[in-house]
Structure formats: structure tokens, C-alpha cells
């Protein structure tokens, strides 16, 4: 994790730890970096899906942000949609999908898979010979970012990925 990414984390932990709002000034104060710093770090959780409110007294979290894991899964084109369906249908979102790939390194795709209609349309996209999953490069491994409410919620679906086979064991 880079040092910008641990702040920004600190940013959040700090934020979620109270109920009122935290001046700008406070957490550059707290993480020793200017007030500028603070401001980027702030647009970048907001574009990452944190709802951040910026109120005349400080930045306030206006509810929990949706915690995310990364599942390494495998599996063949047939059943591309059961495992979207899977996820969705256990109140997951598919943030991307992405490869490691031995020349090139990582490759992935924003998703934003949330629903059985938003996975009918991901597959009418992949069906209709416009384009294949990345998954073939590697083999049929590929990875998941996927963002629920809980980790209880994320734990659910792991177990059920895993049932259904599509989880690559940790070796």
C-alpha cells in the first residue's frame, strides 16, 4: 500500500471514529500533510464511492462506505453468467474484473455489475461478438473486486462462489 493510499485510509477511520464533522485543517494536522493534500485525498475517496460531505465545520461520512474484496475465480465462458448472477443475486456488486498477465502485468475493466439486468447486458456485449472476456488470456483465472454492505454479505458470497466452484484456492 503506497503512503497516499494509507492516508487515505487513516482519512476514512478518522472521519468514521465520531460524529461530528473534521476540519480539513485537523486531519492535514493529524497525518502531516498541507491542507491541499487533505482536499485531493477528499476528491479521490469521493470518486472511489465514499459519500464525503464537506459542511462549514469539516468533513462529515454520511453513512458507512460499502467494504469491497478481491476473489480470484476461475472458470470456462458457459458460465460467465451464473457467476455474475451469483454475486448480484447475494446483494454484491461486480466493481471490475481484471488479469495478471505474465508480459503485460494487470489488466482489468470497470464493471459496476450490480443486478441481473446489468449482468443481461454484460453478457448481450460479450454473446454478441463484439468483444471476449479477459479471462481467456489467462486461462479462464481472472479476478473480481466486489463491494457489499458487510462483510458478513461478502462472506456469503465467497462461500457460495466457493460451492458453486469458481474459487481458486490460495496455493
Known sequence: MTRAEQRRKDIVTLLMSGDDPVPGGVLA???GVSRQIIVQDIAVLKA??????ATHNGYLIKEAPKIERVFKVRHDSTRTADELNCI???GGVVVD???WHKVYGKIGANLNIFSRHSVA????GINSGRSTELMHITDGYHYHTVRADSNAALDQI?????ARGY???EV
Not at 447486458?121 to 448481450?124: G, I, S, W
Not at 465467497?158 to 466457493?162: S, V
Open 29 to 31: 494536522e493529524r497525518l
Open 121 to 124: 447486458r454484460f453478457m448481450e
Open 97 to 99: 474484473v481484471f488479469v
Open 48 to 53: 472511489a464511492g465514499y459519500d464525503i460531505l
Open 88 to 90: 448480484v443475486d447475494l
Open 167 to 169: 474459487i481458486v484456492p
Open 158 to 162: 465467497e462461500a457460495e462462489l466457493t
